[in-house]
């Protein structure tokens, strides 16, 4: 299967907006309002549109992924950092490596942009292959409850975590 990966273009909205709401259908965690995130964060201060991509196969949208910014606060101390939220694939394409080279092309273009780190609520079980530790790992909390297992930091540039801490403050578009 020849995947693309490339930047979401307004066309791609609805279409992005149905794979999200498919894609997180059935997950056992999910709210079903994953695809309004997406539609708040576009809206915001936070959206950067060069790290909303979409995955193409055979010209059709089949996944999408979206990094926003958010801090890291100690006290007067903040930390720019991203989130990772959500990353979606049609179900009947997920498990065929579509999500991975999502990760992998969303992580390329943070490092391009100068982006140091990236914060995920996840699969303890997935993100660990892409580099993903607990967020705890640097003394990094979250304002909601959530399993230490699943809130997971990534360095993009080796050590940038190495004097954050604190806790993480999400946009209010992400309703935390």
């Known amino acids: 299967m020849n995947v693309t990966i490339r930047q979401e273009a307004p066309a791609d909205y609805e279409a992005v907006q149905e794979i999200v709401r498919l894609a997180f259908l059935a997950a056992p965690h999910a709210d079903g309002t994953e695809h309004l995130l997406v539609e708040r964060l576009r809206k915001s201060k936070h959206f950067i549109p060069a790290l909303s991509l979409v995955a193409e196969v055979d010209g059709r949208c089949v996944g999408h992924i979206l990094f926003s910014t958010i801090t890291i606060r100690s006290g007067n101390i903040v930390h720019e950092s991203l989130a990772l939220a959500p990353v979606s694939v049609l179900p009947d394409l997920q498990r065929t490596g579509i999500g991975g080279k999502l990760i992998g092309a969303g992580h390329a273009v943070a490092r391009q942009l100068g982006c140091d780190s990236i ?42 975590l190495s004097s954050v801490s604190g806790v993480v403050e999400y946009p209010a578009e992400f309703g935390t």
């Not at 993903?132 to 959530?146: E, K, L, M, N, Q």
């Open 119 to 160: 914060i995920l609520v996840g699969h303890a079980e997935y993100y660990p292959r892409f580099g993903y530790r607990p967020a705890s790992t640097w003394g990094i909390t979250s304002s909601f409850d959530v399993p230490d297992e699943c809130f997971m930091a990534l360095e993009l540039v080796p050590g940038a």
